[in-house]
Every structure is written in structure tokens, then in C-alpha cells.
DNA sequence: TATTCCGATAGTGAC
DNA sequence: GTCACTATCGGAATGAG
């Protein structure tokens, strides 16, 4: 699975989509954080040579919160207990995205698009709204307010292009209906006269997922393919294909849409595994599940 | 364990209890049984590098029954169902014992007493008795033939003294009680003038389980600690640590006595961990227990 | 429905 | 209640000095 990390380290550097990050990796000031005092509430990673990221950048040691604090309103409340647990390690990426210049793709007005940190497909991407009103709220919740789901969906569209490109440059070379662009751009053909190539688009879904472990609201912007070391049991594979996974086109959600009740979503969680191409069943066999998506991918990606 | 496996192999060389085995451990014939015309039913291991035993013996490649065969009695019929399956592969060393020097430690016009191949203790013999009309016996039926009961008994008795022994010589110089002997011994004192030492004819337990999986009646002669890596999960410990196991004094048993039944003994084999020596309870927590036996060996073995 | 580690549980096949 | 191998399932901790 090396390729796929460096490919998706390339990710970052194809598009003209300049994330806003404009702090370089590591700089003199972080060594001076050393020191206890000088931490304080703005965590540096304890150890330079650690690559950094948001769960590293939340687990970094910081003091106790102090007995006596300032007067909070409720929403900084909320957001302090989230901070410094697992579930709230996305803030990180919605407060500071200059400090991931890695993971980080764009940075909006209205949202951080970066990648996961343990992708589930060649692509995935998350959108995170940066709305305060908003970033706490259950995605069911968050996308019943119609202007925000506008916003929402705009940006999430345009990660979703960004997303096929990046697709399309990865696995472009193995596909046959892609051959015709493929070797134009080869011979150098200008790309306003590049015959049209596999619609790397369709492959690319965007939804969220019905139980959230993360407290912060994320888009998933994922390609079609599950093809990752990093899907290691049933639940991983059964929340992005079942109705646990809930495609941001249907929202909002009827008061009476069944995927809002828990157990049902459950149940999903839980379903006999399905190959997502061809509809064979696997019963609970994850592993030969995961052997036949090996061959899948590649007759996929070869379309 | 290396160690463990090493003193095992003295048991074979400490005591004057000589194997009737007189047939080197490789000869000439075993390299021309290896094609197939010549291995008829007189399997030969396939890899002479292999160690062997009675399991390398008997699954070892051998051709069909041949369809025509000359009649056979019953007894003969039953031994062939076992043969060539793993419930039967102790057949070998009744019927060869002088295969396995290695293994056999003795053997009487009764029995044959070997070290068993997966000790689930520092020291575990099994007592095979070599009667065919009691061999395939489940143990409860065998023993109660009360004529083949006293001579079991007498070979267990001898079995569990040399078992006795063998755990003296290995273990002898740790214990406390021991010592005035073991410091003796190193003066050079004879052996007919030496002080008692510990007793450890009470640390060897004999006995059978309840629901044998090896088809041929077995007896365990098998020291007290469970200190072993081939014991691996709960049904090995509870198998010799619950009424699963029972004493060949016990027997014959009463018609009504519990331990005939099933659902009992499947129960025995599903109960929490308890340790034997100090009765501290481990619930399902299998690893936690074995980390206690370590403990608790230490602890015996000074006794 | 975060990951990771450890470990308990279950099914299979065995020449 | 044979072993050995593979895998599934289940809980607990989760950074860092």
C-alpha cells in the first residue's frame, strides 16, 4: 500500500487549490515551546520527528485545565469537552489547518477539506464545515437548515471534482475508456482539446455516515472502491455501503426516514458483507471479502 | 521451554525401566518402504528429517484400502475405522512401540507408558493399555471391569513413581524441603542412606478425561504445576482442573455418578479459570491465568 | 459508528 | 474432550514525562 500513501502525498501538490497554510513544516519557535511554561493552551507536537497531525496535535501534553478560568459562554464549553479526546480531534484541522500542510487540500470561507487520515478508498477526503453553529451538530440535524446545506453542497461538489482528478491521475493509466485521453496527454495535447475520458466523477460518492464517531461534522468524499489496508473489519466496510452511509443529495431527511433510527443503522453496521461491484455475499468472512476486492479493484479500475 | 523439553528428553535415560524398543531410528528399510508399491500398510514417515511420532507415523501418505481385502473380524473392522484419522493415532504406539524410542519409556505385557507429545505439564506420561478388547473402551466402561482395573492400577502406581522421580531429579534443587536430601546426594551419600526428601508422589495426579478425543483408552500420569506453553486455551486446563478429570481411584464409577454426563462435563470444560493451588479466580481471562501459573510454579517448585 | 492492542472465541482441515 | 491455522469478535486504553 505504498503507492497508494505516496500517491495520495501527490494529492497536495497537483491542483491549483493552494491550501491557506502558509507556515513552513517546522520553525524556530517550536523548539522554545519546550518548555512546560511556554505551552500553555497553544499545543506544538513534543517530538519534532513525529509526522504531525491532527490526533498528535490533540494528544500533545498541555497542562490540566486551571481551576480558576475565565467565564465561558456554553458554546466554548462544549467545545472543551471535546477537546482532548479522541472525538474531538477534527477541531484541530477546522482551528489550525496551517498546521497540516500535509493533510489540509483547501481551506474555504466555509469549510477544511483534508484527507483522512486512515482512508477507506484510493480517495477520501473529509469536508469540514468551519460553522461554530454548526460543526457540533448531528449531521441529520446540521443539513435540515437548508442555507447551510447549500454552502455545504457547493464545497462538497467542488472537493468532489477535485477528488475525480486526483482519481483520474492515479488510475487514469489503467483504464480502458480512458486510453484516448490518456495517450493525448501524452503527445502533448493541450487540455481544452483533450478528448473526454472516463468519468472519473460517477466513481467519487459523498455522504456522511448516520452515527458519527466524531464529534465534528465531515463529509466523506470517497472513491467507489473500498480498496484500502486501512478497512480492517465489518463495520468500516458496512458504514460506507450500507444506508449507514447517508448521501449528502438526500438531505435533508424526512421525519420519518427509517436510516435516522439507531437500530435500524445498527443492524447495517452489522449486515452479512456485500461486494459493492458484483453483489456476491460474504456472510462474516471480512478476509475473503477483502481477497475478492483485490480483484475487483483491478477489474474496476480498468473500465 | 527449552528446558523443559531437554529434561523431558532425560526421563527416557534416568530411569533402569528399559523400552522393549530395540530397533535403531532409521534403517536401511525405511528408505525403500518409500515408494508407494512398498508402504502397503506399514506406514512410513514421508520426510525422514521429521521428527517422528506417532502422528508423523500415522499420517504419514499411504495408499487406499484396497478394495478387495481378506475378511476381517470385527475388532479388526473397528481398528480400521480408527486408523488413519487423529481420533486413532495411538494405535501406533501400542502396536509399535519400538518406533518411537523417544517416546516409549516402558512397556509391559499390559501397557505402554510414553511421554506425551503436547505435556500439559512438566511432567505428562500416558499409560495405554494394550488389550484390544478394552483399548477402544470409553474409560468409564473399560474400568469397570474390575480384573483390567487392578492392573492398570499397578502400571499407573509404577507410571506415577517414575513420574516422581523424574520430577525430583528435575526439580529437586529448588525446593526447601528437599534440600537436606538434594545436599546429600551432593556429599555422595548412598542412595539407601539418604533423607527422605519432599514428597513427590503427592505432586502427580492419574487419571482420565471424561470425553477422551484420542479413540484408545489412555490413563494421564501428569505432574500438579500446569506449567506448560502447550497448554493454550481453557478447555486444556480446565480438561485436568475440574471433575473433567477423574481419578483412576474413583473408578469404577457409580451408575449414577454426575461425572457420566454430558451436559456436566461440557459444563466443566466452559467453567472460569480457577487456580489449582491457591483457588484465585480469572473469569474467561485465559492469558491473565497462564501469567499466574508462571507465579505459582515458582512458588511449587520451592515448596 | 475514531485506532490500536490484546485476547477470547469459532471454524476448518489434517496424510 | 487432538493440534495448528486463520479469522472473527470483544473489551480497554488512548499523550507523555
Chains 1, 2 share one sequence.
Not at 494529492?11 to 505551552?39: F, G, I, M, W, Y
Not at 484541522?93 to 489540509?104: L, M, S, T
Not at 461538489?157 to 485521453?181: D, H, I, K, P, V
Request: glycine share 4%; charged share 25%.
Amino acid at each position: 500500500m505504498a503507492e497508494t500513501a505516496e500517491d495520495l502525498e501527490d494529492l497536495t501538490r497537483t491542483e491549483s487549490v493552494a491550501s491557506s497554510a502558509d507556515s513552513p513544516e517546522s520553525t524556530p519557535k517550536q523548539d522554545e515551546a519546550q518548555t512546560p511554561t511556554a505551552r500553555a493552551n497553544t499545543t506544538k507536537p513534543s517530538k519534532p520527528e513525529t509526522k504531525r497531525n491532527a490526533f498528535t496535535e490533540l494528544m500533545a501534553p498541555k497542562p490540566r485545565a486551571p481551576i480558576s478560568q475565565a467565564p465561558q459562554s456554553l458554546a466554548s464549553k462544549a467545545s472543551q469537552v471535546i477537546r482532548g479526546v479522541w472525538r474531538g480531534a477534527l477541531i484541530e484541522y477546522i482551528e489550525h489547518p496551517e498546521r497540516f500542510p500535509n493533510q489540509v487540500l483547501r481551506v474555504t470561507a466555509h469549510t477544511v477539506l483534508i484527507k483522512d487520515a486512515f482512508p477507506k478508498s484510493t480517495i477520501h477526503l473529509l469536508l469540514l464545515p468551519r460553522s461554530p453553529a454548526h460543526y457540533l451538530l448531528h449531521p441529520h440535524t446540521a443539513f435540515a437548515d437548508a442555507s447551510f446545506l447549500t454552502t455545504i453542497r457547493a464545497e462538497a461538489a467542488e472537493a468532489a471534482r477535485l477528488a475525480a482528478a486526483e482519481l483520474a491521475r492515479q488510475l487514469g493509466s489503467f483504464s480502458a475508456s480512458n486510453r484516448a485521453r490518456d495517450e493525448a496527454v501524452g503527445r502533448g495535447v493541450p487540455p481544452d482539446r483533450l478528448p473526454p475520458g472516463r468519468d472519473y466523477a460517477r466513481e467519487i460518492r459523498v455522504g456522511t455516515h448516520a452515527h458519527p464517531s466524531m464529534a465534528h461534522l465531515h463529509v466523506h468524499i470517497i472513491s467507489r472502491d473500498m480498496r484500502s489496508e486501512r478497512v480492517k473489519h465489518r463495520k468500516h466496510y458496512n458504514s460506507f455501503n450500507t444506508p449507514f452511509f447517508v448521501p449528502l443529495a438526500d438531505y435533508p431527511l424526512a421525519e420519518d426516514d427509517v436510516r435516522r433510527e439507531t437500530g435500524y443503522q445498527n443492524a447495517n453496521l452489522r449486515r452479512e458483507l456485500v461486494c459493492w461491484r458484483c453483489g456476491r455475499t460474504f456472510g462474516n468472512r471480512f478476509a475473503e471479502l477483502k481477497r475478492h476486492l483485490e480483484e475487483e479493484f483491478v477489474e474496476w479500475r480498468a473500465e
